[in-house]
């Protein structure tokens, strides 16, 4: 069973810094694309960041030059350092990531469960 497990959330004042981890399990024969997401209360899900196989990165406007994405691949592992936080980037923060579990299976999107980050002013 393919899964992805985030860490690293938690409670810090503004001006400071977290690094949040998803680690990919499970049956995984490619991993492509990885991403953060996240879901502020009363708010749609939105894209942070995307790290393709490549390795090339994008980010939402309201993260660059303070976020930064990145991988591990031979621990399946992605990461984003966030620094200068802001109490607007109070939410949960879900992982996603593209997997292909055997050769001839399809790409397939799959969600973490998502880690809580909160900022406070």
Sequence with gaps: QEQLV???????????????????????????????????????????????????????????????????????TVYLQMNSLKPEDTAVYYCNAVIKTTWNTPFTTYWGRGTQVTVSS
């Design 6 to 76: 985030e860490s690293g959330g938690g409670l810090v004042q503004a001006g400071g810094s977290l690094r949040l981890s998803c680690a990919a399990s499970g049956s995984i024969f490619s991993l492509n694309r990885m991403a953060w997401y996240r879901q502020a209360p009363g708010k749609q899900r939105e894209l942070v960041a995307t790290i393709s196989s490549g390795p090339s990165t994008n980010y939402a406007d309201s993260v660059l030059g303070r976020f930064t994405i990145s991988r591990d691949y031979a621990k399946n």
